[in-house]
């Protein structure tokens, strides 16, 4: 299989915030926010291997601003790290005013995705082809963070 530049599967995701995505306040809940993440990952994760794609894992997720009703929410997704069937992905979450253009960062969120072959079985992806140093950085940080979620899997199915 041919290595794929995280560049040919990188994705924007915008949609605008409507009041059903919020609570009283007008906060949009986090729980949309996660669904939002979780899909602009998997659209960059099955852009990587053009196979369908299940999530793995969500690592923990803070939220550090507000996403207001008449928000537009912004998600760009891109792939960081991938091992033999598993792909992560980094998201990372704006809102835009849409009168005047202002951003602001509210969260960055790593999703692992597994792929799937015709029997939904595992199966092999791509390789990441890693040409700029922000890529190699990136791709030896995620392949830490990945092997810290496998321990973790292992300690928690040992408790
Ligand atoms: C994802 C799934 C297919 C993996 O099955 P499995 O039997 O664990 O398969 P494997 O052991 O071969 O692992 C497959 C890959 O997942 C990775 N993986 C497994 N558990 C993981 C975890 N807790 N965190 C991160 N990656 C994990 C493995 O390291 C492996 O990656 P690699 O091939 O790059 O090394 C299975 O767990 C599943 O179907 N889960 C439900 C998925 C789902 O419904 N998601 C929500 C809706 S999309």
């Known amino acids: 299989m041919d290595p794929r530049s995280p560049n040919e599967s990188k994705t924007e995701l915008s949609t605008f915030m409507q009041p059903e995505h919020a609570n009283l306040q007008g906060n949009v809940h986090g729980g949309w926010i996660m669904k939002l993440v979780d899909e602009a990952g998997a659209l960059a994760a099955m852009r990587h291997c053009r196979r369908p794609c299940v999530t793995v894992a969500i690592d923990s997720m803070t939220f550090h601003a507000p996403v207001l009703v008449g928000d537009l929410i912004v998600l760009e997704s891109s792939i960081t790290y991938v091992g033999r069937t598993s792909i992560e992905t980094m998201v990372t979450v704006y809102t835009e005013k849409i009168l005047t ?59």
């Open 101 to 159: 253009g202002q951003r602001t960062l509210t969260n960055t969120a790593f999703v692992v995705y597994v792929a799937l072959d015709d029997q939904r079985q595992p199966t092999a992806v791509a390789p990441l082809l890693l040409e700029s140093e922000l890529e190699k950085r990136r791709f030896e940080q995620g392949r830490a963070r990945q092997q810290e979620r496998l321990a973790r899997a292992r300690r928690d199915q040992e408790s």
